[in-house]
Nanobody, 124 residues
Framework: QVQLAESGGGLVQAGVSLRLSCVAS????????MGWFRQAPGKEREFLAA????????NYADSVKGRFTISRDNAKNTVYLRMDSLEPEDAAVYYC?????????????????WGQGAQVTVSS
């Protein structure tokens, strides 16, 4: 398994962009499909985006399609989530997740490993 560590969160104003990073330990990062989820207080953890092990396939939740972009750099063992036009409703703890092989799944239980999360706060 890999260990995951998110970074790049913080307090931002509405309308700006932010890029989250998730660095994975281990030498087999390129065999993992990666996903991003978020959880706001009192809400379920929701799927945002996923990218295949090669980066050639992506999957997005309808709620963020066109505004969020997932990408990965296997040479750096890193997956990114770029978020544009942030809104106060985007405030949450953002988690990256990894699944060994498989597909770009949107279900939480499809993922094997999770990071500790990065807080994103958006002021209006």
């Amino acid at each position: 398994q890999v260990q995951l560590a998110e970074s790049g969160g913080g307090l931002v104003q509405a309308g700006v962009s932010l890029r989250l990073s998730c660095v994975a330990s281990g030498r087999t990062f390129s065999t993992y499909n990666m996903g991003w989820f978020r959880q706001a207080p009192g809400k379920e953890r929701e799927f945002l985006a996923a990218v295949s092990w090669s980066g050639g396939s992506t999957n997005y939740a309808d709620s963020v399609k066109g505004r969020f972009t997932i990408s990965r750099d296997n040479a750096k063992n890193t997956v990114y989530l770029r978020m544009d036009s942030l809104e106060p409703e985007d405030a949450a703890v953002y988690y990256c997740a990894a699944r060994h092989w498989g597909g770009t799944y949107s279900r939480r239980d499809e993922y094997d490993c999770w990071g500790q999360g990065a807080q994103v706060t958006v002021s209006s």
